[in-house]
């Protein structure tokens, strides 16, 4: 018999969203490696890509939003294959869209 483990949830919504550095680095990179595996490409300027992201949010929810829009950009250009770079200015534009 399975046990439910009860969710803890914060009240601080500053806690509850926001990661510290190497938290958004490592929750940025495991979605670029989805991105990379998914699509059986290698993005070469990742660690910009990442870099690019925590610069700008460490909001746990805006880091998937914006990697989710990535996801779609590469699948919306489905003639990516092999080594791609992601344009930094894609990285940029899409974060002064996501509030």
């Known amino acids: 018999m399975g046990y439910k483990q009860k969710k803890v949830y914060s009240r601080d919504p500053i806690h509850k969203l926001y990661m510290n550095t ?3 680095k490592a929750r940025a990179k495991a ?3 989805v991105i990379e595996t998914v699509y059986g490409i290698r993005i070469t300027n ?3 890509v ?3 992201i925590i610069e700008k949010t460490r909001d746990e929810n805006k880091i998937l ?3 989710t829009a990535l996801n ?3 699948s919306m250009n489905a003639g990516l ?3 791609i770079a992601i344009p ?3 990285v940029n534009g899409l974060m002064v869209r996501i509030k």
Do not use: N, Y
């Open 22 to 24: 190497e938290e958004a």
């Open 31 to 33: 979605q670029i490696h």
């Open 46 to 48: 990742s660690e910009e």
């Open 50 to 52: 990442i870099a690019a």
């Open 65 to 67: 939003t914006l990697c």
């Open 72 to 74: 779609s950009w590469v």
């Open 81 to 83: 294959t092999g080594e």
């Open 88 to 90: 930094l200015d894609l």
